[in-house]
């Protein structure tokens, strides 16, 4: 006898803080950093379970949540990070058996766990032209070809060019 396999659907929602709204790091924020913030904090699991600073959500999950290319996704996380609203506190990896991990990331406007009061709002320390520093992703090989080069490569020497006559050429 099969059973009837209902569909759980659980109602998820974050909330949007109006002066968090109001602050010129908002507004300075492109529209799909905007659009994104909200699917970032729908990874944080509440105050009793409380997982800021190991929030991950990958370029390619955000690009599906919001409908746009990962390539838009991607800046809308690097936007985010220069203007304060998100932390990154673990870089992204590739592990042993080739399962990938996204970078962690702090809602500076949320509690870390273990700690008092509220979160860091770094984007109320935000200014015209002062972002803060986004972390990029390291190389794969550091010793190799993606950074310091350990091999000689052959340099490109540019010299006056012979030109090469045949006798047929040179006949006419």
């Given at each position: 006898m099969a059973r009837d396999k209902k569909k759980s659907h659980v109602e998820q929602w974050t909330k949007s803080i109006r002066p968090t709204m109001e602050e010129p790091a908002w507004r300075a924020l492109s529209t799909s950093a905007q659009a994104l913030y909200p699917?970032?904090?729908?990874?944080?699991?509440?105050?009793?379970?409380?997982?800021?600073?190991?929030?991950?959500?990958?370029?390619?999950?955000?690009?599906?949540?919001?409908?746009?290319?990962p390539d838009t996704a991607a800046e809308a996380f690097r936007d985010l990070q220069r203007k304060g609203f998100l932390y990154q506190t673990e870089a992204a990896c590739l592990g042993v058996e080739g399962a990938a991990k996204s970078p962690a990331y702090e809602v500076t406007e949320l509690k870390?766990?273990?700690?008092?009061?509220?979160?860091?709002?770094?984007?109320?320390?935000?200014?015209?032209?002062?972002?803060?520093?986004?972390?990029?992703?390291?190389?794969?090989?550091?010793?190799?070809?993606?950074?310091?080069?350990?091999?000689?490569?052959?340099?490109?020497?540019d010299g006056p060019v012979m030109?090469?006559?045949?006798?047929?050429?040179a006949l006419s």
């Open positions: 699917w970032v904090k729908f990874e944080w699991h509440g105050v009793d379970h409380n997982n800021n600073g190991k929030l991950r959500l990958s370029v390619r999950q955000a690009a599906l949540c919001m409908g746009v290319v870390m766990p273990g700690t008092t009061g509220d979160g860091r709002k770094l984007y109320r320390q935000w200014r015209h032209g002062q972002d803060f520093p986004v972390q990029g992703p390291s190389a794969n090989n550091p010793q190799g070809a993606n950074g310091r080069r350990t091999k000689p490569r052959h340099e490109n020497r030109k090469i006559v045949t006798k047929k050429a």
